[in-house]
């Protein structure tokens, strides 16, 4: 697959992946998290917001057409 539809495809998917999980996380904590103190919802926001970093990252690679083995 060319490098530059490969960019095209992986910009899409981390907008998409990036706009579900900020509606997923934020649904969750309205549903679960109403009566919790201040320091939970801290915690929660902290952790989902890190969280999405993980997929993004390997996506990212898959865009860069990185293979693990040097050029």
């Not at 679960?32 to 320091?39: D, E, K, R, V």
């Not at 919802?41 to 898959?62: I, Y």
Request: hydrophobic share 60%; no cysteine.
């Amino acid at each position: 697959m060319r490098l530059r539809l490969r960019k095209l495809i992986g910009t899409v998917v981390l907008i998409l992946l990036v706009t579900v999980y900020a509606i997923f996380a934020t649904a969750f904590a309205s549903l679960y998290l109403g009566q919790a103190s201040g320091w939970v919802h801290l915690a929660f926001f902290l952790f989902s917001g890190v969280l999405w970093v993980a997929p993004a990252a390997f996506l990212v690679r898959w865009m860069e057409g990185y293979s693990g083995r040097p050029r």
